[in-house]
């Protein structure tokens, strides 16, 4: 019943382009999101680019984070089913989506192939020189904000995923506070597609625009 729920849940996961190189492997990408999802990915323009194009952007909406949460949570089980069931604003819970370890055991699990199947589908695209990055939608501006993926291990990437999805609602934040102290300045992104730089700590914390998100 909890997977049934969370099969249904893990909304507005979109891929932003600027347009499609290699159609095959962003198809793979798409279905491999839909399988989990049960929703067809919106491929949206990513604009203001002059090139490089090589972008491919899975975009969270910060409204919806915790869908994203429950269903990853229903995939890897155990301590994430657990800090889910509980409330996600308690250090606790936080605590088990920060630690890069607890997604090794996790992602090795059966329920988990889902999952393994997306980080695949990232590595395709990759090696295809295309820059992958997990990103926050930030409505009103052409750039959102995004941490690039370096990696090819499915833990390493479910552990990114998760935490950007977990940090969502405050990087939204953090970026259109900076944007409301500086009205009169473009915010460009320094990350190859152009969106305003992520970064995770080895603690599993969020930096961007200076501030730390723990």
């Known amino acids: 019943m909890f997977f049934d729920v969370a099969e249904k ?3 507005n996961v979109n891929l932003g382009i600027v347009y499609e190189p290699h159609p095959a492997e962003l198809d793979e990408l798409s279905a491999a999101l839909s399988a989990v999802t049960q929703e067809q990915p ?8 002059a090139g490089p194009n090589e972008v491919v952007q899975l975009i969270i909406d910060a409204a919806t984070w915790q869908n994203a949460l429950l269903t990853l949570s229903t995939l890897f089980g155990g301590k994430f089913a657990a800090s889910f069931a509980t409330e996600l604003g308690k250090l606790s819970a936080a605590e088990v989506w920060k630690n890069r370890a607890n997604y090794t055991d996790a992602i090795r699990s059966a329920t988990a192939a889902p999952f393994v ?8 695209l990759r090696k295809k020189e295309q820059t992958v990055t ?5 409505p009103g501006t052409q750039r959102n904000a995004g941490l690039v993926i370096t990696t090819d291990d499915p833990a390493d990437i479910a552990w990114q995923f998760s935490n950007v999805a977990r940090c969502a609602p405050r990087i939204l934040d953090a970026v259109e506070r900076h944007m409301e102290a500086n009205p009169n300045t473009w915010l460009t992104g320094r990350n190859p597609d152009l969106s305003i730089e992520i970064k995770i700590t080895r603690d599993g914390n969020i930096e961007i625009l200076g501030e730390e998100i723990i």
Request: no cysteine; charged share 25%.
């Open 42 to 49: 919106v491929r949206e323009i990513v604009f203001g680019f």
């Open 117 to 124: 199947r997306i980080a695949n589908a990232i590595s395709e």
């Open 9 to 11: 849940t893990m909304k």
């Open 134 to 138: 997990i990103a926050v939608r930030i």
